[in-house]
């Protein structure tokens, strides 16, 4: 039994790795775009703290590497009306994938014409609110979908704008592409089994649907332009295909998936504007050999916007130390969890953390633990903390922005913690911190 078997790596200081650009270490503090995150906290914690400036300007990173194109900020990582205001103020539209996320843009006063509508299983009703607030793009996702939109546009005397989700076989994640046959998921309509085809022809035969194109998403935490390359290959070889029949595709989504870093292992991803450079020049290359003109591009990211803006701020609550098979770990408890991050447990997901005050102790290997009724919640499985670390210190995890808030539950009964953007101008609640009114008023009073 060895204790230095249990090797575990710190947290990369400030302004590296998977830390926002206005985190900084200031007289021995941790500083947001300069506010003590001691003072933050005074609100309560856990709370999700964004770096505002950060946030925008990963978002205007985007629109300035597409050019022309159009840049749908993917709702689900994180979305509040004021945060979808400031995405469309940079220049983005809004891609959403529910009745809520819906609400939750219009509520931010988007414009219909800059959502997007996403969903394999959409209702009736949200087809419905989507039509009578001008959404800009219903993407189809099955072939049932066809009449339902059809039906709904005709009875409300509407043009359904349809894109048509397909399937391209490439499957992407980090560096890795995989391109098969087969589909064996829930989303979108196959280009093998000529199931696509059946779609949009429907669509653009129909006097109630318009076609506008075709909308590809291949995976998530992609680092390099290769798997976008592969389905924009084949989305095209389709897009060709249907122009010679008569069909013209004026546009084409590739989708979101762009990776960051969460820990300061993780690779860089390449920078947006050599994302798409990589990913237009593929885009060209394959419409010239079907000899086509070039659709407009559109593209989804989600967490690339949200995810290393966001962070989270606990308080540490008991510690312990555990005996391990190769040595002792360090249980550090948070007043936090899996409520408010369950990507760990869903996905296996790695963190880092830094603690505020600063200290001479050694790092020691370390496990952040959350404060719910599961061996399973787990903040971050290994990293090295310093060996005093104790009631009361504040911890704050790396890149939680995306995913985070947007997957919180009540678990336990507790309160869903708030999302504060932080600015050198000031502070703003994105979401408020709930309240025991929040969370009790759901009861019938007995
Ligand atoms: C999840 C998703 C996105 C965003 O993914 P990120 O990994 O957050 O960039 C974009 N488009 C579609 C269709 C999605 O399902």
Same mark, same amino acid.
């Given at each position: 039994?060895? %204790?230095?078997?249990?090797?575990?790596?710190? #947290?990369?200081?400030?302004?590296?790795?998977?830390?926002?650009?206005?985190?900084?270490?200031?007289?021995?503090?941790?500083?947001?775009?300069?506010?003590?995150?001691?003072?933050?906290?005074?609100?309560?914690?856990?709370?999700?703290?964004?770096?505002?400036?950060?946030?925008?300007?990963?978002?205007?990173?985007?629109?300035?590497?597409?050019?022309?194109?159009?840049?749908?900020?993917?709702?689900?990582?994180?979305?509040?009306?004021?945060?979808?205001?400031?995405?469309?103020?940079?220049?983005?539209?809004?891609?959403?994938?529910?009745?809520?996320?819906?609400?939750?843009?219009?509520?931010?006063?988007?414009?219909?014409?800059?959502?997007?509508?996403?969903?394999?299983?959409?209702?009736?009703?949200?087809?419905?609110?989507?039509?009578?607030?001008?959404?800009?793009?219903?993407?189809? &996702?099955?072939?049932?979908?066809?009449?339902?939109? #059809?039906?709904?546009?005709?009875?409300?005397?509407?043009?359904?704008?349809?894109?048509?989700?397909?399937?391209?076989?490439?499957?992407?994640?980090?560096?890795? %592409?995989?391109?098969?046959?087969?589909?064996?998921?829930?989303?979108?309509?196959?280009?093998?089994?000529?199931? #696509?085809?059946?779609?949009?022809?429907?669509?653009?035969?129909?006097?109630?649907?318009?076609?506008?194109?075709?909308?590809?998403?291949?995976?998530?935490?992609?680092?390099?332009?290769?798997? %976008?390359?592969?389905?924009?290959?084949?989305?095209?070889?389709?897009?060709?295909?249907?122009?010679?029949?008569?069909?013209?595709?004026?546009?084409?989504?590739?989708?979101?998936?762009?990776?960051?870093?969460?820990?300061?292992?993780?690779?860089?991803?390449?920078?947006?504007?050599?994302?798409?450079?990589?990913?237009?020049?593929?885009?060209?290359?394959?419409?010239?050999?079907?000899?086509? &003109?070039?659709?407009?591009?559109?593209?989804?990211?989600?967490?690339?916007?949200?995810?290393?803006?966001?962070?989270?701020?606990?308080?540490?609550?008991?510690?312990?130390?555990?005996?391990?098979?190769?040595?002792?770990?360090?249980?550090?408890?948070?007043?936090?969890?899996?409520?408010?991050?369950?990507?760990?447990?869903?996905?296996?997901?790695?963190?880092?953390?830094?603690?505020?005050?600063?200290?001479?102790?050694?790092?020691?290997?370390?496990?952040?633990?959350?404060?719910?009724?599961?061996?399973? &919640?787990?903040?971050?499985?290994?990293?090295?903390?310093?060996?005093?670390?104790?009631?009361?210190?504040?911890?704050?995890?790396?890149?939680?922005?995306?995913?985070?808030?947007?997957?919180?539950?009540?678990?336990?009964?507790?309160?869903?913690?708030?999302?504060?953007?932080?600015? &050198?101008?000031?502070?703003?609640?994105?979401?408020?911190?709930?309240?025991?009114?929040?969370?009790?008023?759901? %009861?019938?009073?007995?």
């Amino acid at each position: 039994m060895s %204790f230095a078997s249990l090797a575990s790596i710190p #947290a990369p200081e400030p302004g590296t790795g998977p830390w926002p650009a206005n985190l900084a270490r200031t007289e021995g503090k941790l500083t947001l775009a300069g506010h003590a995150l001691s003072d933050l906290a005074v609100r309560g914690t856990p709370v999700y703290l964004v770096d505002e400036n950060d946030m925008t300007s990963r978002a205007r990173a985007w629109v300035d590497a597409i050019g022309d194109g159009d840049v749908y900020y993917a709702g689900k990582s994180f979305l509040s009306p004021l945060l979808a205001r400031w995405m469309v103020e940079e220049g983005l539209c809004i891609d959403t994938a529910s009745e809520g996320e819906l609400r939750t843009a219009l509520a931010g006063g988007v414009p219909g014409e800059k959502i997007g509508l996403h969903g394999n299983s959409k209702s009736d009703a949200l087809l419905e609110l989507a039509l009578e607030n001008n959404v800009g793009r219903i993407v189809v &996702d099955s072939p049932g979908e066809v009449e339902q939109l #059809a039906d709904i546009a005709s009875r409300l005397g509407r043009v359904a704008p349809c894109f048509v989700r397909v399937t391209t076989g490439v499957h992407a994640g980090g560096h890795e %592409f995989i391109a098969t046959a087969h589909e064996d998921q829930k989303f979108g309509l196959s280009l093998a089994t000529g199931a #696509a085809r059946d779609v949009v022809t429907a669509i653009a035969n129909h006097p109630n649907l318009s076609f506008l194109g075709l909308h590809s998403h291949i995976g998530s935490q992609i680092l390099d332009p290769e798997g %976008f390359a592969a389905a924009a290959s084949a989305v095209i070889a389709f897009a060709g295909e249907l122009t010679r029949n008569g069909i013209a595709v004026p546009e084409v989504d590739l989708g979101g998936g762009y990776g960051i870093q969460y820990t300061g292992e993780d690779p860089q991803p390449v920078s947006e504007k050599q994302m798409l450079a990589g990913i237009r020049s593929a885009l060209e290359a394959a419409c010239a050999a079907e000899g086509i &003109d070039v659709p407009r591009l559109s593209i989804e990211p989600g967490r690339s916007i949200s995810g290393p803006s966001g962070m989270t701020l606990y308080t540490v609550g008991a510690t312990k130390d555990v005996m391990t098979d190769d040595g002792v770990r360090r249980y550090v408890s948070v007043d936090g969890g899996m409520s408010d991050n369950i990507r760990p447990a869903l996905y296996g997901a790695d963190y880092t953390a830094l603690v505020d005050r600063v200290t001479d102790a050694e790092g020691v290997p370390t496990r952040v633990v959350g404060m719910h009724c599961e061996s399973g &919640d787990i903040v971050i499985k290994d990293v090295s903390l310093p060996g005093d670390v104790s009631r009361g210190d504040l911890l704050l995890v790396a890149a939680t922005g995306a995913y985070g808030r947007s997957m919180a539950s009540n678990y336990n009964m507790i309160k869903r913690p708030g999302v504060l953007a932080v600015s &050198d101008r000031g502070t703003t609640w994105l979401v408020r911190p709930e309240t025991w009114e929040d969370v009790l008023g759901l %009861f019938p009073e007995l």
